[in-house]
């Protein structure tokens, strides 16, 4: 069997809660010795943002911050904590849509996002504080680092990507996709390609680390599982530049904001 | 290793080209015999949209479409051919966007959708004609009568899921989601269960069957891989009722059309 008729998505073992300033790298190799993984070429890491953003402290505690008018205006409006509208406000250069209880908004990263991805589930709530987590800072420039780390230090070239699950527009549930990438070709270009009758394929531009963190999404799990970090093999396309970013439609292009 | 920590997908072999008329259930029985799969309980099929169209004969040849006046204007407007726009409209309920080579509609069957999801690439022209090929008629039901046969003749109860790449809102290319699906829980709820720290997770819903339909296309391809049907074995989650219809979204409670 060809490599590439198979794709192997493994939940890394025994991950420990992360804390700020931990070493996700670090993190990273130590649980793929434990899952008994020898990183091959082409392979592909993908990792949740939370320990990320758990790892840069991207803590912010509900307590210490003052809503300003509009946030509570607007708190009012959709029906949530007026210190939780001034930090998504905070993180978000658009409110792009609210209704009771829903709150869309452009992330200054360029995601449009629920919440503008302030997240309060599993977060350790210490001492009666409300804490919520932020995006980490720079998804794609963090896979790179992580990305370098790991060829330097085995010598093996690896796709990274970090992770989230976002709701969409017109369809239910939430799905995983690509906050950051290095190394994939996030943003598959087959324009030109021939399709099975050799035809150019006219138009064709897959989200492919949106569709490699989707998969990585499911055993991940949204709730107690605690599987932060997924490894995948089998890839059936070779590592490339391209950037998570590079899967942002800009608002002039989007006919959907 | 639980079976739950890993997830294998696997392209089944030399599928040959799908004619109108071909049993899709035999397709994949002789399919997964020659891949040397044994199916167990919980395992899920993919299948690609085109080849169940394909057997249903949803093509259309446009040769023998007359534009309506109204297809005429619209043609003009977005720069497509008017037998192509008259074939999109009579698919669809509504236009939701339009712009110049872009026509985005509802279809009847829900789906917010490029061109209806009409397809003109991996498409047999013959003789000069000019054919398109239409979405199935109804994915869920195809799902669910593959599921029981497969049931009825192997004795083993696998989900099936239908799906197609559909391209999204404020995010660049296209992703694999599921257009049908039996036996999974498509629309995974997770609402009240617990986080990591005991606390209950309380908006969470899931587009499971999306991601699968995502892992699954990346192995098929978009272009000449001959790789319809994929093979996916450890979903963590039981098969249960649910069906892709569930992951539309009415269009009374979205707010981005």
């Given at each position: 069997?060809?490599?590439?008729?198979?794709?192997?998505?493994?939940?890394?073992?025994?991950?420990?809660?992360?804390?700020?300033?931990?070493?996700?790298?670090?993190i990273?190799q130590?649980?793929?010795?434990?899952?008994n993984?020898?990183?091959e070429p082409?392979d592909?890491?993908?990792i949740?943002?939370k320990i990320?953003?758990?790892?840069?402290d991207?803590?912010?505690?509900?307590?210490e911050?003052?809503?300003?008018?509009?946030?509570?205006?607007?708190?009012?409006?959709?029906?949530?904590?007026?210190?939780?509208i001034?930090?998504?406000?905070?993180?978000?250069?658009?409110?792009?849509?609210?209704?009771r209880?829903?709150?869309?908004a452009e992330?200054?990263?360029?995601?449009?996002?629920a919440?503008?991805?302030?997240?309060?589930?599993?977060?350790?709530?210490?001492?009666?504080?409300?804490?919520v987590?932020?995006?980490?800072?720079d998804?794609d420039?963090?896979?790179?680092e992580?990305?370098k780390?790991?060829?330097?230090e085995?010598?093996?070239?690896?796709?990274?990507?970090?992770?989230?699950?976002?709701?969409?527009?017109?369809?239910?549930?939430?799905v995983?996709?690509?906050?950051?990438?290095?190394?994939?070709?996030?943003?598959?270009?087959?324009?030109?390609?021939?399709?099975i009758?050799?035809?150019?394929?006219?138009?064709?531009q897959?989200g492919?680390a949106d569709?490699?963190?989707?998969?990585?999404s499911?055993?991940?799990?949204?709730g107690?599982?605690m599987?932060?970090v997924?490894?995948?093999?089998?890839?059936?396309y070779?590592?490339?530049?391209?950037?998570?970013?590079?899967?942002?439609?800009?608002?002039?292009e989007?006919?959907f904001?």
């Amino acid at each position: 069997m060809n490599a590439t008729d198979r794709l192997v998505l493994t939940a890394l073992l025994d991950i420990p809660s992360v804390s700020p300033g931990d070493d996700i790298t670090t993190i990273v190799q130590t649980a793929l010795d434990r899952t008994n993984i020898v990183l091959e070429p082409g392979d592909v890491i993908v990792i949740t943002h939370k320990i990320v953003s758990k790892a840069e402290d991207r803590y912010v505690d509900l307590d210490e911050i003052i809503p300003s008018e509009y946030a509570h205006r607007l708190a009012d409006e959709v029906e949530k904590d007026p210190r939780l509208i001034e930090v998504i406000l905070s993180e978000s250069t658009e409110v792009v849509r609210k209704s009771r209880g829903i709150l869309v908004a452009e992330h200054h990263l360029g995601f449009v996002v629920a919440n503008a991805g302030v997240d309060s589930s599993n977060i350790d709530h210490i001492e009666g504080h409300s804490r919520v987590l932020l995006l980490p800072t720079d998804p794609d420039k963090i896979c790179s680092e992580i990305q370098k780390r790991i060829q330097t230090e085995t010598g093996v070239c690896v796709g990274i990507i970090i992770n989230d699950s976002h709701g969409r527009a017109w369809r239910n549930g939430t799905v995983g996709l690509a906050l950051g990438s290095s190394g994939i070709p996030a943003l598959l270009d087959l324009r030109g390609r021939p399709d099975i009758f050799g035809v150019d394929l006219k138009t064709t531009q897959v989200g492919l680390a949106d569709e490699i963190a989707a998969a990585a999404s499911m055993l991940m799990g949204q709730g107690n599982e605690m599987r932060p970090v997924v490894h995948v093999r089998g890839l059936p396309y070779p590592l490339s530049e391209g950037k998570a970013s590079d899967l942002l439609r800009s608002k002039q292009e989007d006919l959907f904001r």
